[in-house]
């Protein structure tokens, strides 16, 4: 069975860069559901996809983050990463990772797995 679970800080400060890492379990992540995304989603607001990468390392990024967010993959590890930098309490969220056969994941749909979020929030 494939598990997702996010890892990071619950508190950043603004200004600072926020990184999340999401290791994969059950499945490696050179595997045949191509694309690994983050989404967040800030209180009382839709879910925001932020970015998605392909473990053969192409990215696609959210123009809404304006190049603030990088998600990179470590292969050896079978886990994936999510960079934002320079956040504000804007930022505040709860962050997804899934895996999805979309490069774009707005909505879930029953052949993703997702994660189950970790609470982040930007406060000085």
């Known amino acids: 069975q494939v598990q997702l679970q996010e890892s990071g800080p619950g508190l950043v400060r603004p200004s600072q860069t926020l990184s999340l890492r999401c290791p994969v379990s059950g499945e490696t992540i050179a595997s045949v559901y191509p694309y690994w995304s983050w989404i967040r989603q800030p209180p009382g607001k839709e879910l925001e996809w932020m970015g998605s990468?392909?473990?053969?390392?192409?990215?696609y990024d959210a123009p809404f983050f304006k190049g603030r967010a990088s998600i990179s993959v470590d292969t050896p590890k079978n886990q994936f990463t999510l960079q934002l930098s320079s956040v504000t309490p804007q930022d505040t969220a709860v962050y997804y990772c899934?895996?999805?056969?979309?490069?774009?994941?707005?909505?879930?749909?029953?052949?993703?797995?997702w994660g189950q979020g970790t609470q982040v929030t930007v406060s000085s």
């Open positions: 899934a895996r999805s056969t979309r490069k774009i994941v707005t909505t879930r749909l029953p052949d993703d797995v």
């Open positions: 990468i392909h473990y053969r390392g192409s990215t």
